[in-house]
């Protein structure tokens, strides 16, 4: 009996090829697509699809396919080279305990990991009221009124305060001043930041000061007495930005009580790992004046058409897709997961277990300091003087601990929520100090403990059942990837395999100080190795930088270089950056930041970039020609032919050609942007390389470079350079594992049938859909790329339709909308990647057909156009169910329009949402209960 | 007399001051506005500025300064409510109200029959 077990098991076919699981049409189902184009194979395809010119011949250069589990096991026996110390580190970083159930309800959980920025906010509004609920504890935290829904990480989210200072001022004053010592990598980020708008360091408070910034504690631990200098800024018109650590702010005085204008700061310790320096969400708050500037995503209340409370991403005209140049910021993403995360853990905890955090973190610092003599106001950071600090380091290594070496003759200690009495002991000893069992905290002004986050949400959730339950409560009323396909286009969201995630949770990962040094972090120097030499063979370029910790990071990163290259020339005046009209808004948003002059040239009819006037343009500007930004293939989803002889166009007169990757996910090993002429490309690996969206964050934007542009790639300062665009060396570095477990498990041939099925996919849906919604632009051989725009405007002018009509009926047959109205006005621009299955395309372009249908009622006067299902979408259960249906049609043509049994129904939370409202009556916090109650 | 400018700004021009506002297609373009930030009292304005800006939920467009001019007095009601420049464009939501530098510059302007041509 037990031979014959072991036989069958023998006998078992091995497991399936990864990319078999990844590739939602697998063969039989690519060959009835085929069929439906009526072409013979995937190959005649990609030949009608990609110019011949820049089409790769042979296989990428990469290691063969890996199973799941043998990628798991090579990746953890890289990452078992880490030696995780303890960590007293601090500079920005400290340990952190994830609650279990946060971990596991919501950074573990795909319907909280795998959902879009929340753009249709009728299919969001459980996360928008997490982030909500976020910016209520940042604003109770700074005392300022207007808090935002995450920024990328501290150094940039300072960077991004001086930046609002400069435009508070209409761009006139240029001077920042600093009040008390800044970290280093966030001093470096906004030097960074500042050089190439004209904004300088300066020691003295005049009328040309933009702000005055000042950290607390700063980076010595210090809570230093900044009243004379505030006073003197406030006199002379300066903001005041103030970055705060958030747990010390539990219980201390609201900067905006002492003067502050706008408050940033990291929330790591908010109950997210430091991951070898991220991601995390910083936060950002302001004064109500400042609401208009502030860069990134900002939740705010509305109400729905039947006038019940429903959230929103408010004031988006203030974005880069909106503003482009004028923008206030490139920041197109947040860090939604990070931000829920944190704003979970002050659920969690509670402002009373919050405190109580904070204190115990003092209590201990303060024993550590009056041992060591230290008299400051500090809060958990001690910085004690020492004979050697290398001595100090390394016994301080011997007996399992990571302390900082400031300087020669210092060191500094931080305790964080995670150090002990006996860390206190250990650590006490190692400087040859004795601790008392108690000393006198040593805190600036306090709070009313009373007066904080007095708000319900934060006391509602202290048992493990309530809080399991509010994060299902919540992500239910979201559509994700774990229920329904995203065909959005240009955000490619595809697979988000479990084997891809896990390694993320591993503790090897997440808890790494970035600045450890290099003999602890091995692993993550494997993992980086790998990482950076398989994106150069993806895209045929000779360096990757990973630091940049989002998309547009990665175009501002790459436009740095290319400004760099240019002045180490001594070609200081090449100032002009050509962006076709077609470009996504981040473009000249990042060009902007990066101090150059935008000059858009123009598109053909068939949306193409317009060869004449780009070469016409370039001469003109030749002498100031820096570079031009060109998205491959189109943001209109095309191969365009040019691209050759615009990268041609370009050297010809001394520009460079910065690639946008946007659509990479298109080319990986069909082209390489190294290879047909391109400088410097931005990769997104939230798309291509299958790092989830996370709700709106985090992404990584790591820009590859050709040879001569490799010396301008960012810097850190403990690499003893500078130029930092990012806090941390290698951004984002814990979620890399994604990125890496997806090559290895994909090798050289998956990635090229994962290629070839998405520009598959996207021809099916634009062949079946074409009857109903013509295909807006299409290459020379009538094929599109891995997108397709449908110009959905057909259903406005014969039925009054509108494109937002189509995007919230699609809620009713369960879908997430297309992109909506980009690139093109009134259109639906649909991505399916190749993870989605053939059925569910049929059940989208279903849908898409059924809709079509409907507005043909609305046309042909069976239904009124004041009141049909379209317009009235999305259907609440509630409308549904309500005792008065007053419609002309039936609640089922409402609720199940393509018949799904109710069981597999995806109810939306509120109706349509109203924008104007939520715009004209901005409320973005919760008031505190006191306010509730008057 | 009003007159019109390529940009959709409409000016009514009483003597030595001129009142300046968005014309009806403009905000009928726009859609419900939900912000309008106006030019501070005393300053000094060029042609051509665009320093007043106006946004709906779906697009922000900056008003054009038309003439030269400095600003006297700038219309505190459509600030707090955006939408009488959709309800009234060419009445009570107008924009602001500047002196002239040079008259003119007005003489390039359109006037409205010339205007209705120019956005037919």
């Known amino acids: 009996m037990q031979n014959s077990v072991q036989k069958i098991v023998n006998e078992a076919p091995f497991e399936a090829a990864f990319e078999s699981r990844h590739i939602g049409p697998w063969r039989a189902d690519q060959r009835a697509m085929l069929a439906a184009l009526g072409l013979p194979s995937v190959e005649t395809l990609m030949s009608q699809t990609v110019p011949g010119t820049i089409r790769l011949s042979g296989l990428l250069d990469l290691p063969d396919a890996a199973s799941e589990a043998d990628a798991l096991a090579e990746l953890y026996a890289t990452m078992k080279q880490n030696v995780v110390l303890k960590s007293v580190y601090g500079q920005g970083y400290h340990g952190v305990q994830v609650p279990p159930v946060i971990q596991r309800n919501l950074f573990e959980n795909p319907a909280w990991y795998t959902a879009y920025t929340p753009y249709q906010a009728?299919?969001?509004?459980?996360?928008?009221?997490?982030?909500?609920?976020?910016?209520?504890?940042v604003s109770e935290l700074s005392g300022l009124p207007v808090a935002s829904a995450s920024l990328l990480d501290e150094a940039t989210a300072v960077a991004e305060a001086v930046g609002m200072a400069y435009r508070h001022s209409r761009e006139k004053r240029t001077g920042i001043v600093f009040a008390s010592d800044l970290h280093p990598q966030t001093l470096d980020v906004v030097l960074t930041r500042a050089t190439p708008i004209g904004m300088a360091v300066t020691s003295e408070i005049g009328t040309d000061t933009a702000c005055l910034v000042l950290q607390w504690p700063d980076t010595h631990g210090v809570f230093g007495d900044h009243a004379a200098l505030i006073a003197k800024a406030k006199a002379a018109g300066a903001l005041v930005v103030v970055v705060a650590d958030p747990l010390a702010l539990t219980v201390l005085a609201a900067p905006s009580t002492w003067g502050a204008d706008i408050c940033v700061g990291s929330m790591q310790r908010y109950g997210v790992p430091m991951g070898f320096g991220g991601p995390h969400a910083a936060y950002l708050a302001v004064t109500e004046p400042l609401t208009r500037l502030i860069p990134g995503r900002l939740v705010g209340q509305s109400v729905d058409a039947k006038g019940r409370p429903g959230y929103r991403l408010a004031l988006q005209t203030r974005e880069q897709h909106i503003r482009r140049e004028k923008a206030t910021s490139n920041i197109c993403t947040a860090q939604a997961l990070l931000a829920n995360m944190a704003a979970a853990f002050a659920i969690w905890h509670g402002p009373e277990g919050l405190a109580a955090i904070a204190m115990r973190v003092h209590r201990l610092t303060a024993r550590l300091a009056e041992a060591a003599g230290v008299k400051a106001h500090i809060f958990d950071t001690v910085k004690i003087k020492v004979a050697s600090s290398t001595a100090i380091v390394e016994a301080a290594e011997n007996a399992g601990y990571l302390v900082r070496f400031f300087d020669e003759t210092h060191v500094s200690v931080t305790f964080d929520q995670t150090s002990t009495e006996a860390d206190l002991l250990a650590i006490a000893s190692i400087f040859g100090l004795k601790v008392a069992s108690q000393a006198k905290p040593l805190l600036p002004a306090s709070r009313d403990a009373a007066r904080f986050l007095t708000q319900p949400i934060f006391h509602s959730a202290r048992s493990e059942t309530e809080m399991m339950r509010l994060l299902r409560k919540l992500s239910d009323k979201d559509l994700a990837l774990d229920r329904t396909m995203i065909p959005l286009g240009s955000c490619t969201m595809k697979l988000n395999a479990a084997a891809e995630?896990?390694?993320?949770?591993?503790?090897?990962?997440?808890?790494?100080?970035?600045?450890?040094?290099?003999?602890?972090?091995?692993?993550?120097?494997?993992?980086?190795?790998?990482?950076?030499?398989?994106?150069?063979?993806?895209?045929?370029?000779?360096?990757?930088?990973?630091?940049?910790?989002?998309?547009s990071q990665g175009e501002y990163a790459g436009l740095l270089a290319i400004r760099r290259y240019h002045h180490s020339r001594g070609d200081i005046s090449r100032t002009i950056c050509l962006i076709p009209s077609s470009a996504h808004g981040t473009n000249p948003a990042s060009a902007h930041m990066a101090g150059f002059d935008v000059v858009v040239t123009k598109c053909t009819d068939n949306g193409d970039i317009d060869l004449v006037d780009l070469a016409e343009k370039a001469k003109l500007h030749a002498d100031k020609l820096a570079a031009v930004m060109v998205t491959y293939p189109s943001t209109h989803g095309v191969f365009e032919e040019g691209i050759s002889e615009i990268c041609r166009i370009i050297h010809a007169h001394g520009g460079q050609v910065y690639l946008d990757g946007a659509n990479l996910n298109a080319i990986v090993a069909v082209a390489r942007p190294g290879d047909f002429g391109a400088d410097v490309c931005h990769m997104n690996l939230h798309k291509t390389f299958c790092i989830p969206h996370g709700g709106g964050g985090p992404g990584i934007g790591p820009?590859?470079?050709?040879?001569?542009?490799?010396?301008?790639?960012?810097?850190?300062?403990?690499?003893?350079?500078?130029e930092a665009v990012a806090a941390a060396p290698y951004g984002s570095a814990s979620i890399l594992p994604i990125t890496w477990m997806y090559i290895r498990m994909m090798g050289a041939s998956g990635l090229k049938h994962a290629t070839e099925t998405a520009i598959l996919s996207a021809n099916y849906i634009a062949h079946v859909l074409e009857p109903y919604y013509p295909v807006l632009y299409k290459g020379g051989k009538g094929r599109v790329a891995h997108e397709c725009i449908l110009d959905t405007r057909v259903l406005k002018d014969t039925a009054g339709i509108t494109v937002e009509d189509i995007a919230k009926r699609l809620i009713d047959y369960g879908f997430h909308a297309p992109t909506m109205s980009w690139p093109v006005s009134g259109t639906l621009m649909v991505e399916p990647t190749e993870s989605e299955p053939k059925h569910e395309l049929d059940r989208f372009c279903d849908a898409m057909i059924a809709i079509a249908h409907e507005a043909q009622k609305v046309r042909d006067g069976v239904w009124p156009a004041g009141d049909?299902?379209?317009?009235?979408?999305?259907?609440?259960?509630?409308?549904?169910?309500?005792?008065?249906?007053?419609?002309p049609y039936s609640r089922s043509v409402a609720a199940m329009p393509d018949g799904r049994a109710p069981d597999s129904k995806y109810w939306p939370p509120v109706a349509r949402i109203d924008n104007v409202h939520g715009d004209r009556n901005l409320v973005c916090s919760c008031p505190p209960i006191e306010a509730l109650a008057s | 007399m009003i007159y019109y400018t390529e940009d959709h700004e409409w000016i009514r021009v009483e003597g030595n001051i001129a009142t300046v506002g968005i014309t009806d297609y403009a905000q009928s373009q726009l859609g419900d506005l939900v912000f309008v930030q106006l030019p501070d009292v005393g300053a000094t304005v060029a042609k051509g500025d665009a320093s007043v800006v106006v946004e709906s939920v779906k697009a922000a467009s900056d008003v054009y300064v038309p003439v030269n001019g400095i600003v006297t007095a700038i219309n505190d009601a459509v600030a707090a409510n955006p939408e009488l420049v959709n309800s009234a464009p060419e009445g009570d939501g107008w924009l602001w109200q500047m002196s002239l530098a040079d008259m003119s510059q007005l003489d390039g302007l359109m006037d409205a029959a010339a205007y209705a041509k120019h956005i037919a």
């Open chain 1, 122 to 137: 009728e299919i969001s509004q459980g996360r928008l009221e997490m982030l909500f609920h976020f910016q209520t504890l």
């Open chain 1, 501 to 551: 995630m896990m390694p993320v949770s591993w503790p090897e990962t997440a808890n790494m100080h970035p600045f450890a040094p290099a003999h602890q972090t091995k692993g993550y120097q494997v993992l980086i190795d790998d990482v950076e030499r398989w994106l150069c063979a993806v895209t045929g370029f000779a360096a990757v930088s990973l630091q940049p910790n989002a998309g």
């Open chain 1, 703 to 722: 820009i590859g470079v050709a040879a001569h542009l490799k010396p301008f790639l960012p810097g850190h300062v403990t690499w003893g350079t500078g």
């Open chain 1, 868 to 887: 049909n299902p379209l317009v009235n979408a999305p259907h609440t259960a509630a409308d549904i169910l309500s005792d008065d249906w007053v419609h």
